[in-house]
């Protein structure tokens, strides 16, 4: 378990990078990591995940600016999910296909609420891991039932935003979400996608509705929609149950029927 944290918490660290490099287009594996003030190479001991951070005080060693918060958030995030989702799935194909999905996620969830884009590259590192995934069975599920998925979550919203375009007289879900879709689709399959699209829809209606009663956005307001689709497809990897089935579809039938 301490190795699956170390691993997990590195993989973190090298999440950070990506989320702040990928967008400005700059490499993500050189410079070495530096402060962005006084751009001092940040030390090995510094850049212990986590750790490092707690014994800096959040601070550069050099010049003391403040180090972002989101370091050892974005490194906490992909340790936790890594272990609930090792509860789930175990020692498996599955723990670490879903594994790697949540990473990725993680990825274009900071990304899209920094700068409201899904980059393509994301999107074809998805594909590139589910077609030869599918195909060769890695999945707890029927290649078809993939395919199913995908185009019920990515039509799904294709046709979600022709409607807000329509009504809203703007753009109300971006492609980016529906080339995602495609993905996410391929790896829940056919149920788990229309799971997945509710919890993601009832998600961002509660965080948008608090938002604006708090006063703290508007109409006009742009409000990324990657993170909620994150939100979505992690929580219903994370409902399914060791045995087959999902216990919040097992709740639904057993409450309305």
Known sequence: MLILITISASIGSFL?????????????????????????????????????????????????EHISLRYPLVEALAVILTLLIYRVYGQSSAFLLYTGLAYLLIAITFIDIDHFIIPNGFIVIGLIVLLPTQALGWLPMHWGDGINGSLCFAGFLFAMGIIGQFILKKESIGFG????????????????????????????????????????????????????LAIGTLATLLTNLPGGGNMIINWYFRTMF
């Open 16 to 64: 950070s990078v990506i989320i702040h490099r990928v967008p400005s287009g700059n490499s993500i594996m050189k410079p070495a990591s530096h402060c962005p003030k006084c751009r001092e190479k940040i030390k090995f001991s510094d850049n212990i995940p986590i750790l490092g951070y707690i014994l800096l005080r959040g601070q550069c060693r050099y010049c003391r």
């Open 177 to 228: 979400d529906v080339k995602l879709g495609l993905i996410l689709g391929g790896f829940l399959g056919m149920e788990l996608s229309v799971l997945a699209l509710y919890l993601s829809f009832v998600s961002s209606a509660f965080i948008v509705i608090t938002t604006i009663a708090r006063g703290n956005a508007g109409r006009g307001t742009k409000i990324p929609f990657g993170p909620y």
